[in-house]
C-alpha cells in the first residue's frame, strides 16, 4: 500500500495584505491591462471581504465593488453584494482583423447592483441563486445592419440567476477530474414595449495531468452550449473571443478590435468547444509562464 503525504499551507488574508509587498502585487496585479483591484478583509462579528476592480481605457471604462462573506458565520453558506458601472464604446463587426466593414456602433452605459447566495453543499456540489437590478442606455448609436430595434432596449430591468456545478468524476492516481456545470437566467426589462427573455447554458470539462507529480504538462476540454430565448439587450447576447469580460473564450480569437468591444458580434446561439494541451516553460515564486495548443 502507497503512504500518501499531503501539505496544507493556508494564511489568512490581514485587511490589505501581510505587508505592503503584498498589497501592492495584489492590487495591481492588472496594470498591464489597464486594471487595479483593490481588496481588503475586514473582522466583525465574521470575517467580510470587500474587492474592487477599477479599469479604464479609452474606449473601456469599468469599475466593480462587491462584499462578501459566510451567511450567519457558517462558511457552508456564502453571501455576497455586488455593484457594477460600465461605460463602453462598441464598433460590431465580423471580425477583429482584416477588410471588415462596421456593422453597427454605440456608446454602452449600464449601471446594476445585485446580491448572491451561494451554497457548497459537498465536496462536489455547489449551487447558487441570486437576483440583479440593472439600468441601460445607449449613445451615439449608428444602427448599420446589426443593431437592429429588438436588441436595442433600454431601461430598468430585472433578472433572477441561478446557478449549479457537480463534480460528475474524479481519478486522483490519474489525475484525472470531469466536472459539469448549468447556469439559468431570467429577467424582464421595462423598455418600450417592455420584454421578458431567458437564458440557459451548460458546459462539461474535463482535465487531466499526465505526469504523476506536478503539473508540468496539463490536458482540458471543454464543451459548453446555450441559448436565448425573447428579447434580450444588446449587452446580454453571447460574445465570443478573448476578452477579459467574457466566458467564451477562444484562443486566437480577440474579442476586440482598436480597443473597442464587438468584433464578432453578438448571438442568441452558443455552441462551443475548446481542447487545450499547456505546457510550463517557466516557474518562479512569484510569476509562472506556460505554452499551449489548442
Not at 19 to 24: E, G, I
Not at 38 to 59: D, H, K, N, V, Y
Not at 170 to 194: C, D, K, L, M, Y
Request: hydrophobic fraction near 35%; include cysteine; charge should be positive.
Amino acid at each position: 500500500m502507497e503512504n500518501s503525504t499531503l501539505a496544507l499551507i493556508a494564511q489568512e488574508q490581514r485587511r490589505l495584505g501581510a505587508n505592503t509587498w503584498q498589497a501592492l502585487l495584489s492590487t495591481f496585479r492588472g496594470v498591464f491591462y489597464e486594471t487595479v483591484y483593490p481588496s481588503i478583509s475586514i473582522f466583525m462579528e465574521q470575517r467580510s471581504t470587500l474587492r474592487r476592480c477599477c479599469a479604464g481605457t479609452l474606449e473601456k471604462r469599468r469599475a466593480t465593488a462587491a462584499v462578501s462573506g459566510p451567511l450567519r458565520g457558517n462558511p457552508k453558506h456564502r453571501y455576497s453584494f455586488n455593484v457594477d458601472l460600465r461605460n463602453e464604446n462598441w464598433n460590431i463587426r465580423d471580425s477583429f482583423q482584416g477588410a471588415s466593414p462596421l456593422l453597427g456602433a454605440l456608446n454602452l452605459r449600464r449601471e446594476s447592483a445585485g446580491a448572491e447566495l451561494t451554497s457548497f453543499t459537498s465536496g462536489k456540489w455547489i449551487w447558487s441563486t441570486g437576483i440583479e437590478l440593472s439600468h441601460r442606455d445607449y449613445r451615439n448609436v449608428f444602427a448599420g445592419t446589426a443593431l437592429t430595434p429588438d436588441v436595442l432596449l433600454q431601461g430598468f430591468q430585472l433578472k433572477a440567476l441561478a446557478h449549479t456545478r457537480y463534480e460528475l468524476w474524479r481519478v486522483p492516481e490519474r489525475r484525472f477530474n470531469t466536472i459539469a456545470a448549468g447556469s439559468t437566467q431570467v429577467g424582464r426589462i421595462w423598455a418600450e414595449p417592455s420584454a421578458a427573455f431567458g437564458k440557459l447554458q451548460g458546459f462539461m470539462a474535463a482535465r487531466w495531468y499526465p505526469r504523476a507529480e506536478g503539473e508540468d504538462y496539463e490536458i482540458s476540454e471543454r464543451i459548453s452550449g446555450g441559448g436565448i430565448a425573447g428579447d434580450v439587450p444588446f449587452d446580454e447576447l453571447y460574445m465570443l473571443g478573448l476578452e477579459r469580460d467574457n466566458d467564451l473564450l477562444l484562443r486566437a480569437h480577440i474579442g476586440t478590435r482598436d480597443g473597442r468591444k464587438g468584433a464578432p458580434p453578438g448571438s442568441t446561439l452558443r455552441p462551443v468547444q475548446r481542447g487545450d494541451q499547456q505546457k510550463s516553460v517557466q516557474q518562479r515564486i512569484v510569476f509562472s509562464a506556460a505554452g499551449a495548443v489548442s
